[in-house]
């Protein structure tokens, strides 16, 4: 399990975003850090107030055509492999 | 571009309607997803790459025809498709689009002023702008974009661009810069770097926002309001005082008069939490993903349907039951944001903006309307009733205005 750097939620390994926060867990691990520490200077809460539109819509992605390539892709390559070429329309 | 008028009935009468009478007047085209920036604020990189032919383009834009008047070609990195001409000249062929706009990161710098050259000679009589994306200053810039060296190397990209100016009397260079959290406190400084400096045509900002095309949703980029209105105000003050662009000429003044409304409405946006003037998205502007998804906006990013599918029909994707589902929905204001592509489009198809904005050209006064000693009937237009997306509130923001102005 991978725990996410903004919510703490607990997550499968091989997942594109947080399950709880949406947030993309190669992002957070990369600059969740920095921006926490920039958003409580500016006095702002470490966590964003993101939209409910947007947070529905983001989680649509989870249930679309790549999701099962970009899992296999992070289980297999990490993010390096992310750019490779695949089909992402109904066959 | 008084060939626009008709188009924006068109759109009016289709969004009151909630079917479309005719296709966007304003098209993004993402053309690939593949980036060589690693930007704090965009996760695009990560999606995969499926992108279209040129072939499939040519289809595309057949299909399309003449109802398209703004054409952004996007990504990704744009600049990175070695057949990014070919696709700008299949737009220009089948679609005589007036303005094409295409954004890039200027980090191949001995490759991206030859390729914009051949995207110049392609679109002869489209105005052709050309954004370099500038979030820093030197080693900040660099930080920000995630890569080493990016802001020498878009350096001399500009130099580059800067040089076709004298050859290509249809080409506008700008730069762009994207205020997150991570930079807004060095924004003077990039704009004062940008104006006395590199003196482009025009200098745009954009807020970072999250957006589910960028996979940044739950990421809190967005700087707060109260660190951002100095920025707008800033962005505001160099428009009265015509910083950048020629605006004895007609278009840069209607260029500038549109901007500064923007950030008016980028600023209510962040306080009011709604859509500020109605959002045509899905109407009047649309964006095509790399793999031929149409999406009403890249906000939300929800496909209406295929082109690959549709037999490159856009029509057929436009008209599909999802593409109406979501029209309701942006319709009944259940979004908003402040997203400046389709801001523009919806300005355009916004009565009272439209017609501050002529006065103002007309008068020539593009900024003095500002000033509150100065409060013409193109202010007075800016403060009329605003009617929420829903049309379940009206709001007056008179009272409001007035108490500010009073309050200077």
């Known amino acids: ?91 | 571009m008084l060939e626009v008028l008709p188009k924006i009935a068109k759109m009016q009468a289709s969004y009151a309607l909630g079917k479309p009478l005719a296709l966007p007047m304003n098209i993004t085209i993402s053309v690939s997803y593949r980036c060589n920036s690693r930007c704090k604020t965009c996760n695009v990189w990560q999606r995969p790459n499926d992108d279209f032919t040129i072939e499939e383009y040519e289809k595309t834009f057949e299909s399309i025809g003449r109802d398209a008047y703004w054409f952004t070609f996007s990504g990704g990195e744009p600049t990175l498709r070695k057949d990014l001409p070919e696709m700008v000249a299949a737009a220009y062929h089948y679609c005589h689009p007036g303005v094409i706009n295409i954004p890039t990161n200027g980090i191949q710098d001995k490759i991206i002023p030859e390729r914009i050259e051949r995207v110049l000679q392609a679109a002869p009589n489209s105005e052709v702008i050309i954004n370099l994306s500038l979030d820093g200053i030197g080693v900040k810039h660099d930080i920000v974009r995630g890569v080493k060296g990016n802001f020498e190397r878009a350096m001399r990209t500009y130099a580059g661009l800067k040089a076709l100016k004298g050859r290509y009397k249809n080409f506008t260079l700008g730069v762009h810069t994207v205020i997150s959290n991570f930079n807004v406190d060095e924004f003077e400084n990039i704009y004062a770097f940008v104006r006395d400096e590199l003196k482009p045509d025009s200098f745009i900002s954009e807020i970072a926002e999250e957006r589910v095309e960028l996979d940044t949703v739950g990421m809190g980029i967005t700087p707060p309001i109260e660190k951002y209105q100095p920025v707008i105000e800033r962005l505001q003050e160099g428009i009265r005082k015509a910083e950048f662009g020629d605006v004895s000429r007609i278009t840069p003044r209607i260029t500038q008069s549109f901007r500064d409304r923007y950030y008016d409405i980028v600023k209510r946006t962040l306080v009011e939490k709604r859509q500020i003037i109605p959002c045509l998205a899905g109407i009047a502007s649309a964006q095509i993903a790399p793999n031929g998804d149409v999406w009403t906006c890249c906000i939300r990013a929800e496909s209406v349907g295929n082109l690959r599918e549709h037999n490159y029909d856009f029509k057929s994707v436009w008209t599909t039951a999802k593409a109406g589902e979501l029209r309701r929905s942006i319709k009944a204001g259940e979004c908003y944001c402040p997203l400046a592509n389709a801001s523009y489009t919806n300005m355009l198809c916004h009565v009272p903006t439209l017609t501050s904005v002529a006065i103002d050209v007309a008068k020539g006064t593009i900024g003095a309307t500002l000033s509150p000693a100065n409060r013409g009937k193109s202010a007075k237009l800016r403060e009329l009733p605003v009617i929420n997306a829903t049309g379940e509130a009206l709001i007056d923001n008179r009272a409001n205005s007035n108490d500010k102005v009073a309050s200077k």
């Open chain 1, 1 to 91: 399990m991978t725990i996410c750097p903004q919510c703490g939620a607990e997550n499968e390994d091989d997942i594109k975003n947080c399950k709880s926060c949406r947030v993309n867990m190669y992002w957070a691990f990369q600059h969740y850090a920095e921006l926490a520490s920039l958003r409580e200077a500016n006095q702002l809460p470490p966590r964003p107030q993101s939209t409910s539109f947007l947070v529905e819509t983001s989680k649509k992605i989870d249930d679309g055509p790549t999701v099962d390539w970009l899992r296999s892709t992070i289980k297999k390559f990490g993010f390096k492999g992310a750019g490779k070429k695949v089909c992402t329309t109904a066959e």
